[in-house]
């Protein structure tokens, strides 16, 4: 994108040349207000795209605002996830005497107009996962907006915050294999975000180091309704043999008191023997729609997830997982953002955060075994 001369972040009087219209008219596209044609207003957008204009309140002296404005922009608020994210971000601005303003781009027609709406209302921004794509962060940086990261690769220029994601993978994964699981299948798909992305590679890595072959990943999204979809279609690759005196005998083993429909129990035919999945949310609707359709967790099939949402203490079996600071995430964004905004630090700084291996009884935990195993950042 263009910007301003001699490098200089544009201005409104940049746009408006750009644009062919009065500075009057460049004003009323840009803050709303007023009557204007909607070939003004396209032409008014695509200078400032052009430009990278952002109507920029952290240029004004701090001196002369009585609060700071931070904004945060998430991809969604569908899912437990950005529910603690929000309460720990929030915590901290409210206790500093911040305000915050949350955007969210996933559904929205023109993120990158929000964004420059947005923009002109804070003093920094904060980015979650892939809420907005690189050139849109890069853009936010040269028009000097302090702008910290989160979930993602450091940029450049960016302060970043993130949670440890493949050491706790290897982990887990290398847990299930050395308790004889063979068949194992990866859920989610690693191209939807970087921690998706660092939980497949730590899953292949313990899968490499024991010379084994890795499997494709199973690409589906991090929600109930795709994990219960996707629990469905393995339920369909299975088949039902008869019961005698009330037992059945599947090809991986004895099955335990999984359920199924009268006159027999599911045998686990086709199946893998452990789903790594790369949330809870994926995992919780993938170990309910299993137990219903008859399959046995964890004697068939081990089911793990990751987050440590409150429902994985609470269902039958307890869902492994791994746990991660979701509310410390969202405190250390803030805090690092504020820094920026006030100029006590100056210099980009990655946190890295320390996760969890949380041992419940879907992975079939030994009694006495030990609960967690920390994995630091």
């Given at each position: 994108?263009?910007?301003?001369?001699?490098?200089?972040?544009?201005?409104?009087?940049?746009?408006?040349?750009?644009?062919?219209?009065?500075?009057?008219?460049?004003?009323?596209?840009?803050?709303?207000?007023?009557?204007?044609?909607?070939?003004?207003?396209?032409?008014?957008?695509?200078?400032?795209?052009?430009?990278?204009?952002?109507?920029?309140?952290?240029?004004?002296?701090?001196?002369?605002?009585?609060?700071?404005?931070?904004?945060?922009?998430?991809?969604?608020?569908?899912?437990?996830?950005?529910?603690?994210?929000?309460?720990?971000?929030?915590?901290?601005?409210?206790?500093?005497?911040?305000?915050?303003?949350?955007?969210?781009t996933h559904g929205n027609p023109?993120?990158?107009?929000?964004?420059?709406?947005?923009?002109?209302?804070?003093?920094?921004?904060?980015?979650?996962?892939?809420?907005?794509?690189?050139?849109?962060?890069?853009?936010?940086?040269?028009?000097?907006?302090?702008?910290?990261?989160?979930?993602?690769?450091?940029?450049?220029?960016?302060?970043?915050?993130?949670?440890?994601?493949?050491?706790?993978?290897?982990?887990?994964?290398?847990?299930?294999?050395?308790?004889?699981?063979?068949?194992?299948?990866?859920?989610?798909?690693?191209?939807?975000?970087?921690?998706?992305?660092?939980?497949?590679?730590?899953?292949?890595?313990?899968?490499?180091?024991?010379?084994?072959?890795?499997?494709?990943?199973?690409?589906?999204?991090?929600?109930?309704?795709?994990?219960?979809?996707?629990?469905?279609?393995?339920?369909?690759?299975?088949?039902?043999?008869?019961?005698?005196?009330?037992?059945?005998?599947?090809?991986?083993?004895?099955?335990?008191?999984?359920?199924?429909?009268?006159?027999?129990?599911?045998?686990?035919?086709?199946g893998p023997d452990a789903l790594?999945?790369?949330?809870?949310?994926?995992?919780?609707?993938?170990?309910?729609?299993?137990?219903?359709?008859?399959?046995?967790?964890?004697?068939?099939?081990?089911?793990?997830?990751?987050?440590?949402?409150?429902?994985?203490?609470?269902?039958?079996?307890?869902l492994t997982t791994v746990r991660?600071?979701?509310?410390?995430?969202?405190?250390?964004?803030?805090?690092?953002?504020?820094?920026?905004?006030?100029?006590?630090?100056?210099?980009?700084?990655?946190?890295?955060?320390?996760?969890?291996?949380?041992?419940?009884?879907?992975?079939?935990?030994?009694?006495?075994?030990?609960?967690?195993?920390?994995?630091?950042?």
């Amino acid at each position: 994108m263009a910007s301003g001369s001699a490098g200089r972040p544009a201005t409104i009087y940049d746009v408006a040349a750009l644009a062919k219209l009065s500075i009057a008219t460049v004003s009323r596209v840009l803050q709303g207000t007023g009557p204007v044609s909607a070939k003004a207003r396209a032409r008014v957008d695509q200078a400032a795209q052009e430009l990278n204009y952002v109507p920029l309140r952290a240029a004004r002296s701090l001196a002369v605002q009585r609060h700071e404005a931070h904004g945060l922009v998430l991809p969604d608020l569908a899912g437990p996830f950005y529910g603690d994210l929000l309460m720990g971000y929030e915590r901290w601005a409210g206790e500093h005497g911040q305000s915050v303003i949350l955007t969210v781009t996933h559904g929205n027609p023109d993120p990158l107009r929000s964004l420059r709406d947005l923009a002109g209302r804070v003093d920094g921004i904060v980015v979650h996962g892939n809420a907005l794509d690189l050139p849109a962060i890069q853009g936010l940086r040269r028009a000097n907006v302090p702008v910290v990261l989160v979930a993602r690769p450091p940029v450049t220029g960016c302060d970043s915050v993130r949670t440890e994601s493949a050491t706790s993978a290897e982990q887990l994964t290398s847990r299930l294999l050395e308790h004889g699981r063979k068949n194992l299948l990866f859920a989610g798909d690693p191209a939807s975000s970087y921690d998706v992305s660092e939980r497949y590679a730590g899953f292949t890595a313990a899968l490499r180091a024991r010379g084994l072959a890795v499997p494709e990943p199973e690409r589906v999204p991090l929600t109930e309704e795709a994990g219960a979809a996707f629990a469905k279609k393995l339920l369909e690759a299975t088949s039902r043999t008869e019961t005698q005196d009330g037992a059945c005998t599947a090809e991986a083993g004895t099955a335990g008191a999984g359920g199924g429909a009268a006159g027999g129990e599911r045998r686990w035919s086709a199946g893998p023997d452990a789903l790594v999945c790369a949330n809870d949310e994926l995992a919780l609707a993938v170990l309910k729609t299993l137990g219903d359709g008859g399959i046995d967790v964890p004697e068939q099939v081990v089911v793990t997830g990751w987050d440590d949402v409150m429902a994985a203490r609470y269902v039958s079996p307890g869902l492994t997982t791994v746990r991660q600071p979701m509310a410390e995430l969202g405190r250390l964004a803030a805090q690092r953002l504020h820094e920026r905004i006030t100029g006590e630090r100056t210099r980009g700084r990655n946190d890295v955060l320390g996760t969890e291996l949380v041992l419940r009884s879907s992975c079939g935990t030994a009694p006495g075994e030990r609960p967690a195993i920390r994995s630091t950042g």
